[in-house]
Structure formats: C-alpha cells, structure tokens
C-alpha cells in the first residue's frame, strides 16, 4: 500500500480505511488473529507451564471438580464458572502439567474468541496490537494456564462490548446479539461482581438506542446476566440464606467493602506481587509500573484517533466499561491483586493499540520517523519488562510449590495418606497437594470445630499444621509433632499429628 499524502483523506485519518465486505474481511482477520493467539498459548507453554504449581485459589478451584482429591471450603466470594474449565482434566489426573496444557490452550482461544468480536470495528492492525500488548502483560502470562477466573473474566468484557457496538450497528444482524449472551454469561459465571460492573454501563448506553435495538441489547444483557450468575444467585439461598446474605458474608471475607483508595495497592503490586494483602511493603521497582501511568494519555489518545475515524464508540464504550469494572478494586477494597483488573486492562488494550498505530501512521513528515522509533522502543522496553517480572513470578511459583511438595512427600511418610484431614496454618493448598480433605475450625472456612476433628481422628489420619512459633490449639496439645521440611515458604512448620488408633479404638465410619 502506498504512503498517504496530504491530499489523501487516510492522512488525517490515519487507521480509518473503507471496510470490505463481511466475508472479504472475516478472512482476512482471521490468520493474524489466530497467529496472535498462537503466540500467546506458545509463550504459555515455553515461560509457564514447565514446573509450575498450583497457588492457594487453583487448589480451590480445582478441587471442586478433581477426581481424586476432596473438595475444599469455597468461600461465598467464589464462582464455579473457572472450574468447569478444569473439570475435563482435572477429573481424569491429578497431573498439573497436563492441566497447565489445557489451561494454556483454552486461554489462547479465548483470546482469539474476544478479539473475534471486535472484527468488524476496527481494522486488523490495531486489534493484532491490542491482542500482543494485552497478551504480553505478565498478568495474561501468569494467569494464562492458571485455574483462575480473571482472566476469563476480561475475555467475557472484551467480547460483550465488542458484541454490544457490533450490535448497534447491525440492527437486522441477530449473532451479535447472541455473541452479546454468551459473552456476559461467561464473566457472570467467573466473576459475578464482574459481570454486574460490565452491564450497568452497557445497559445504560443501550437505553439511547432506538427502539428495536434498545430492547434487543436490554434482553441480550437480562438473559447473560440470569444464565451467567444464576447459579451464583441459587447457591446464595441455599447455602447462605440469601442474596444479600452472601454479599455481607463475601465483604465480610474480603476485609470489608467501603471506600478505600486502594490505586496506591495496585500500581506497588505490579513489580510481581500476584497478592498485596495488606499492601505496606515498599514501592522498590518502579519501572514496572511506567505502562500503568501511561494507560490513561494513551487511552485518551486513542479516543482522538477513534474519533477521527470515526469510530467514537470503538473508544469510548470501552473505556467507559473498563473504568466501571476498575472503580471496585480500586477504591472499594483494602488490598490489591494485579489479576483483578484484568479486563479493565483488556478493554484499554484496543484504544491503546489505536493510539500507537496512529503515531506510527502520522503524515509524512520530519516527525513520524522519530514517533515511530520512539512507539518501538517503547514496545520493547515494556515487553521486556513484562517478561522479566514473569519470570520472576514463576521463579518464586515454583520454589513454593517445590515447598508444598515436600511437605506432602513428608507427611505421607509420617502416615498422612488419603483419606486423611488437615486442618491450621496453609491447610487448604497443603491439602491438595497432599491428596487429604481441609477443614477449618474458624477463619473464611469455619466449617468443623474441636470436636468434629478429634471425631475425624478416630476413623482417619488428622494433622494439625502450625507456623514456627506458633502454637496448637488445645486438643492437639499432646500430639507428637513431626518438624516439616524447612523452606522460605514454610520456615519452622510442624504437624501435630493424631495418635493413629490402638486395638481397642473402634474407627467411626
């Protein structure tokens, strides 16, 4: 393609070029999309995948649809929708690299999916960029293969909006509209809240549409929203005795939920800290978080090119859903963790994107070869960056799931084996690693007291997990304590175990 001049309209409108037919353009987006997601599933499965572990939230999460290993406590803030995806595998091996695998896959088909939606709105460059520079985060790298819902959840935000304005333009079109359901149920069944924060808005802008489309957008977003969180809403009656019951109950768990400017949390958190609770350690590489300050100029350039282009809404609407499904984890709680604005970072990816190419794109002239080298080495900057912190996440993934192995090899050789109990400090992932059911006398968990474990003592191997200087509670007091392997993990550890049964015992069933 030749080079704009001045006289040519493209100039001024750097990104904005006629679109092609339907069918012309879906095939010619395809490859470059299917090429980004590629990529993305094979950096996985090079940095992620080998040796990696599954964290505290993945045993959770996993457990509830393991073959082989009991289900631990799920706590109200959680959704069941992540473990569904696990559930294929997870139900057939106990094996996390072959988990890991299958994560990895998926997730580069959700990619692929979410950009997909977006095929008709903005040209093939800036959503392969918006693709590279969303899946090249170390937060999309980290939690890629992990068993977690966040990502999952941005997926669902980056489709639905895309389905939403695909929608708007295409009023006799119903797949939209279908793509819209599918896409809201999916961030309904990781993330309820999620899902709450990305219809509001899009409800909202549906309202000023005309007539047939305002209510097909309003169905469309009712029906995700029922399918995606109506197992969420069930379980609440069930077992919490209402909706708002849970709620209390989930704010409860997180801290409290009332405002609280936890922006500060976040920004300290992107130097690796995959949790920041509470959040009091020292701002010590500061670079990790240059691309967070520059999200906003960017997004606000990308506005300008969009308009220019006339694609206001391709700019606007996802800023204004990636900052309602933000205003939670920044100001409504007291910690931070990177993965919660995931599809915030999702949705800014594209006016980002937009922004670059138009710099890239700037009319010919004594400038555009300066903003060009400049956007490049920016690029390369940031993504060395984002893989350096990577790495480092995995190095200290690894070492904690090397602990967590050992401590399991040690207590199966002291007779913890299945079916046995763990209850005290790290019980929850030690559990699954050790092939035992978890269960907490308070905390989140609460689900069994003194008595229930020494019931639990007299038919199964029990241990009781205590910290260096810690100390045990008041019925394992006289349990011989066996020292676990010393870590940085686990520093001092022992396990108070119950005195396996005399001849005399008779085992409960």
């Known amino acids: 393609m030749s080079e704009p001049t001045a006289a040519d309209p493209t100039a001024v409108r750097p990104y904005a070029l006629p679109d092609p037919p339907r069918a012309a353009r879906t095939a010619a987006v395809a490859p470059w999309l299917a090429a ?34 009991p289900a631990a406590f799920f706590s109200a803030p959680r959704a ?11 139900e057939l091996t106990t ?11 998926l997730s580069g088909i959700g990619l692929y999916l979410a950009l997909w939606a977006w095929r008709t709105l903005l040209p093939t460059r800036v959503l392969v ?10 937060i999309t790298l980290y939690y890629g293969p992990e068993v977690m819902p966040n990502l999952w959840s941005a997926y669902g935000a980056l489709a639905a909006v895309g389905c939403f304005l695909t929608a708007l333009r295409r009023p006799l079109d119903r797949s939209p509209l279908v793509g819209l359901v599918l896409a809201v149920t999916l961030t309904g069944l990781m993330r309820p809240p999620d ?11 549906a309202l000023f549409a005309r007539g047939g489309r305002r209510t097909g957008l309003l169905v469309a977003l009712l029906a995700g929203a029922a399918l995606g969180c109506g197992e969420w809403v069930i379980e609440a009656y069930v077992r919490y005795g209402g909706l708002s019951e849970r709620l209390d109950r989930a704010s409860e768990i997180q801290g409290g939920t009332s405002w609280n400017i936890a922006v500060d949390d976040q920004i300290r958190a992107l130097d690796g800290r995959t949790l920041c609770r509470p959040c009091e350690v020292p701002w ?16 606000a350039g990308g506005a300008v090119a969009a308009a220019r282009a006339r694609r206001h809404g391709t700019a606007l609407l996802p800023v204004l859903v990636a900052s309602c499904l933000a205003v939670p984890y920044l100001f409504l709680i007291g910690y931070a963790a990177p993965r919660f604005l995931l599809p915030s970072y999702a949705l800014l990816a594209l006016p980002v994107a937009a922004c670059l190419w138009s710099l890239v794109s700037f009319p010919a002239g004594r400038w555009r070869p300066a903003l060009t080298g400049l956007v490049v080495a920016a690029l390369i900057g940031h993504l060395a960056i984002q893989l350096s912190v990577t790495l480092t996440d995995l190095r200290n993934n690894r070492a904690m799931s090397s602990a967590y192995r050992a401590t399991a090899a040690r207590l199966h050789a002291v007779g913890v084996r299945p079916p046995c109990l763990l209850t005290g400090d790290h019980a929850v992932p030690m559990a699954y690693y050790t092939g035992c059911a978890s269960r907490q006398i308070g905390g989140p968990d609460g689900s069994i007291t003194p008595a229930g474990v020494l019931t639990a003592a007299r038919s199964r191997p029990v241990a009781v997990l205590v910290p260096r200087h810690g100390r045990p509670p008041a019925y394992a007091v006289a349990w011989p304590a066996v020292p676990l392997p010393d870590s940085h993990a686990f520093p001092g550890y022992h396990a108070y175990l119950a005195p396996p049964l005399t001849p005399g015992d008779r085992p409960i069933p």
């Open 36 to 69: 980004v997601a590629a990529s993305f599933t094979a950096l996985q499965l090079a940095l992620v995948v080998p040796g990696s572990g599954l964290g505290w939230d993945e045993t959770v999460y996993t457990s509830q649809v393991s073959g082989s290993v």
């Open 80 to 90: 069941r929708g992540v473990s569904l995806l696990a559930w294929p595998v997870a």
């Open 95 to 105: 094996s996390t690299a072959v988990l890991r695998v299958w994560m990895a896959l």
């Open 129 to 138: 960029l918006a693709g590279a520079l969303f899946g090249t985060l170390w």
């Open 195 to 205: 899902a709450a924060a990305l219809v509001l808005p899009l409800a909202v802008v």
């Open 284 to 299: 010590r590489h500061r670079a990790t978080a240059a691309w967070w300050f520059a999200l906003p100029p960017l997004a």
